[in-house]
């Protein structure tokens, strides 16, 4: 799969992946997400990814909205602790028009007050739907314990104090800060030639000014145990357990992956689900997660069952987590891992907008896209004993942290 990558004076990076097809996703996406939020402003990025489709310059909602929807296109937006991305999907002769308008929402979005109150109800909203999910706002609760008093220690959402005294000057003090042009990548799947994508970028992109302001986003991450049991108004336990991990440019983090995939990862046949769920009846969702960030990363597990049952599941995920770290799987068990998880991955390279999203942030990281054979052979690579040393690390007792929702009495 071959990728074009067009640079721009600015620093914004284009990458194209030519495909013969009637349909074209695109994404623009900046590396500034919630981790790089100070103090007290909390919520401010996921805040102006809900901003960026109200006002801009030259068009209001209803014209944003229906710039692409028009013509049968789709756009819409998310923010993660890193990242914020829009993306959109419509036919192949409209690519300058998604172009046009991701330039317009980034770059001369006007941030009106009346629309940044009406967001912020919107948004409080949100909060209020997540907090009715524990099984969702677990997850987040958990990233806070294990990154305590770090960027990367705080809900996406925010704190709704924090977020309804946002002002219009928080926003673009944001902007300033974090949204490098250098630290932009836009990535296009559709049936175009460099030359066309190239002629384009110029045209929409390069009056955009450079800017490079100094950031420094490492962060001294010090792997912590803690366990905690929160009484919530639910009837079943929600159980997390996990640690700090590899990042991105982490030697072994393709292991971990594939660790990962195999205790608690897609399908119905990981050794979790397996013991637990299966044999036992116990839990009806049990996974585990690998997250990756620019300086670290996060390893997970999650279930959900009764509060009779829990005492039992939680034996059975520690039985299964002392036998990797025992000794190391044989050469059969991990064959059909790899199997398994290079099929996964390529049928996941089918979701072409998944693809580009993946190619842009592979820009932002590494100043190139990582191919599918890449990756590939980073899996195959791996061998028992390298699996073995990596459960030993993640999986230490002194470095495992576990958060559980109980029912009030």
Do not use: W
Not at 353 to 365: E, H
């Amino acid at each position: 799969m071959e990728y074009d990558i067009i640079r721009l004076a600015n620093g914004i990076r284009v990458v194209l992946h030519q495909q013969d097809s009637p349909i074209t996703h695109a994404c623009m996406v900046i590396n500034a997400g919630s981790r790089d939020e100070e103090e007290g402003k909390f919520g401010v990025a996921h805040f102006i990814e809900h901003l960026l489709f109200k006002q801009t310059e030259k068009r209001n909602t209803n014209q944003i909205l229906n710039r692409l929807e028009a013509v049968g296109g789709d756009l819409n937006a998310y923010t993660t602790k890193e990242y914020t991305c829009v993306h959109a999907s419509f036919l192949n002769p409209y690519l300058d028009r998604a172009l046009d308008l991701f330039e317009d929402i980034f770059f001369h979005s006007t941030f009106p007050e009346e629309e940044m109150e009406k967001e912020k109800s919107v948004i409080v909203d949100e909060m209020a739907s997540y907090l009715d999910s524990p099984e969702e706002s677990i997850a987040d609760d958990f990233e806070d314990l294990i990154f305590a008093n770090s960027g990367l220690g705080h809900n996406i959402l925010g704190l709704e104090q924090q977020l309804l005294n946002l002002q219009k000057s928080d926003i673009l003090d944001f902007i300033q800060k974090n949204y490098h042009t250098s630290e932009i990548a836009i990535a296009i799947t559709g049936n175009y030639t460099k030359i066309q994508v190239e002629r384009l970028a110029h045209k929409i992109f390069d009056a955009i000014p450079a800017n490079h302001p100094v950031r420094n986003r490492k962060q001294l991450f010090v792997p912590s145990s803690a366990h905690l049991e929160i009484p919530k108004p639910i009837n079943q336990v929600h159980y997390m357990l996990g640690s700090q991990a590899y990042d991105y440019k982490s030697d072994k983090k393709s292991g971990l992956l594939l660790l990962n995939n195999m205790l608690g990862g897609i399908g119905m046949t990981s050794i979790l689900n397996l013991s637990i769920r299966e044999k036992y009846g116990i839990a009806y969702t049990i996974e585990s997660n690998y997250t990756i960030f620019s300086d670290t990363g996060l390893f997970a597990i999650y279930l959900g069952t009764d509060e009779e049952k829990v005492a039992k599941a939680k034996r059975l995920v520690f039985k299964e987590l002392n036998k990797l770290m025992e000794k190391p799987i044989s050469t059969t068990q991990l064959q059909k891992t790899k199997q398994k998880f290079i099929g996964q991955i390529a049928l996941a390279e089918e979701s072409r907008m998944s693809m580009i999203i993946a190619a842009a942030k592979n820009i932002i990281d590494y100043d190139r896209v990582i191919l599918l054979s890449e990756v590939v052979d980073q899996i195959k690579e791996v061998t028992p004993e390298e699996l073995h040393v990596i459960s030993n690390e993640i999986f230490a007792s002194d470095r495992m942290t576990s958060l559980s929702f109980v029912p009030e009495d």
